[in-house]
Nanobody
Framework: VQLVESGGGSVQAGGSLRLSCAAS????????MGWFRQVPGKEREGVAA????????????VKGRFTISKLNALNDNSKATLYLQMNILEADDTAMYYC????????????????????????WGQGTQVTVS
């Protein structure tokens, strides 16, 4: 599975950004994709996840401000683009944002524990920096 993020940048507090993640090469039609973020010296934090069945998860810190969505490629079940629309950005949203791909079982695990652990995801993008000032 290949994941390539884009859309990061610098924005003022209160502004918006949309991150994109081009995903390809997966063979499982049912999966769970998501966004994590990380700042130096801290653990990677789960931000939002989306299961192919439509179930979503959002960290409390981004509920009501961030929206995760996905657009599947036409006639190609192995490709899709994952988005993260980020509104009302705050300085605390500054981080490197990573796209992640996991099996279908990732979402039940997230729901059971109430936390989006990096251990549930198998493939990662290279990250895109978001800076809010």
């Amino acid at each position: 599975v290949q994941l390539v993020e884009s859309g990061g940048g610098s924005v003022q507090a209160g502004g918006s950004l949309r991150l994109s993640c081009a995903a390809s090469g997966y063979t499982y039609n049912r999966n769970c994709m998501g966004w994590f973020r990380q700042v130096p010296g801290k653990e990677r934090e789960g931000v939002a996840a989306l299961h192919t069945g439509g179930t979503t998860y959002y960290a409390d810190s981004v509920k009501g401000r961030f929206t995760i969505s996905k657009l599947n490629a036409l006639n190609d079940n192995s490709k899709a683009t994952l988005y993260l629309q980020m509104n009302i950005l705050e300085a605390d949203d500054t981080a490197m944002y990573y796209c992640a791909w996991g099996p279908s079982s990732a979402m039940p695990a997230i729901q059971a524990r109430g936390i989006m652990s990096p251990a549930y995801f198998a493939f990662w993008g290279q990250g895109t920096q978001v800076t809010v000032s």
